[in-house]
């Protein structure tokens, strides 16, 4: 085992501590970026899934690559959100060399260098997996009853036209409006949907 490599484990089990920066808008407390980087990478996978329907091919192991580095550097950076980045800037290319350097991961550093330009098809979806994620879990805290969410309706539907890269994930913005956060618990009662469930 190279000799970072454990630093590097430790490093990434920080990101359980860095709090995202928008539970400062929100008051209440959100996914870690942990949580966050797992629902990244599934929801990546349904969108190149989705997408690769239409397109000749879309590189999985790239995506999930790419989703699990998207916020790594954040150990060194934190989270900033977007009335921060308004008058901060992070290096997060820099970020990404020194925290891969010297480890097992070091193939790494190219992978998250090529989703910060953006100009691949993997690239791009892992952001607008990124971008959906927070609209998943605004969707949540709406459930619970948080003002905030319809707050920030304008501001999501602006994202959902201008930022999102792919019509799979404009569709599943749009999908999600109109979703029910505990459609998939009360849908799986045995009674209901799935008579054989347990047996």
């Not at 091919?57 to 009335?83: G, Q, S």
């Not at 060399?97 to 790494?108: I, W």
């Not at 009853?145 to 309706?153: C, E, I, S």
Request: charged content about 35%.
């Amino acid at each position: 085992m190279k000799s970072r490599d454990l630093e590097f484990l430790f490093e990434i089990g920080s990101l359980r501590n860095i709090p995202r920066a928008w539970i400062q808008h929100l008051g209440v407390p959100c996914a870690s970026n942990l949580e966050h980087t797992m629902r990244v990478i599934f929801l990546a996978l349904l969108i190149a899934r989705k997408e690769g329907k239409k397109r000749n091919m879309i590189d999985e192991d790239t995506i999930i690559k790419m989703a699990l580095a998207h916020d790594l550097p954040e150990t060194r950076t934190a989270d900033l959100a977007y009335v921060h980045k308004v008058y901060s800037k992070t290096n997060d290319t820099n970020a990404a060399r020194d925290l891969f350097a010297g480890t097992s991961f070091t193939d790494f550093e190219d992978i998250h260098t090529r989703y910060e330009k953006r100009d691949t098809i993997e690239a791009k979806i892992v952001k607008d997996a990124d971008n959906l994620d927070i609209d998943l879990e605004l969707k949540e805290f709406e459930e619970q009853g948080h003002k905030l969410p319809a707050k920030w309706k304008g501001m999501r539907k602006f994202v959902r036209d201008k930022k999102l890269y792919t019509k799979t994930a404009k569709a599943l913005w749009d999908e999600l409006q109109k979703a029910n956060v505990a459609q998939w618990h009360m849908d799986a009662n045995k009674w209901k949907k799935i008579p054989s469930a347990g047996k």
